[in-house]
């Protein structure tokens, strides 16, 4: 699986971004995908993730009410609507793809297989 993330970009607080990524493979719909983000001098964070579906979503309470995750399985992306940006969501954000979990909920590193390059968003005050 790989997994290509795109439109990150430089935004003043209270803008909108959305970042997608893109994976091959044929079975895209059997992955929960998730998105994280890592902050300059600070650990990887857990943003959002979805189900296989799409019908199911989990969030960090620090972006809760302001991002939105979706899928589309059948053109294999996976989109992370970002409204209400704020300079703390600086980071580069990854997308990633769970082979092995069916727990929508994940929102731990370890649980996925495979991430993208990352993309970088920067939101100035």
């Known amino acids: 699986v790989q997994l290509q993330a795109s439109g990150g970009g430089l935004v003043q607080a209270g803008d909108s971004l959305t970042l997608s990524c893109a994976a091959s493979g044929r079975t895209f719909s059997g992955y929960v995908m998730g998105w994280f983000r890592q902050a300059p001098g600070k650990e990887r964070e857990f943003v959002a993730s979805i189900s296989r579906s799409g019908g199911f979503t989990s969030y960090a309470d620090s972006v809760k009410g302001r991002f939105t995750i979706s899928r589309d399985n059948a053109r294999n992306t996976v989109s992370l609507q970002m409204n209400s940006l704020k300079p703390e969501d600086t980071a580069v954000y990854y997308c990633?793809?769970?082979?092995?979990?069916?727990?929508?909920?994940?929102?731990?590193?370890?649980?996925?297989?495979?991430w993208g390059q990352g993309t970088l968003v920067t939101v100035s005050s």
């Open positions: 990633a793809a769970s082979t092995s979990t069916t727990n929508y909920r994940a929102s731990s590193g370890w649980m996925y297989d495979y």
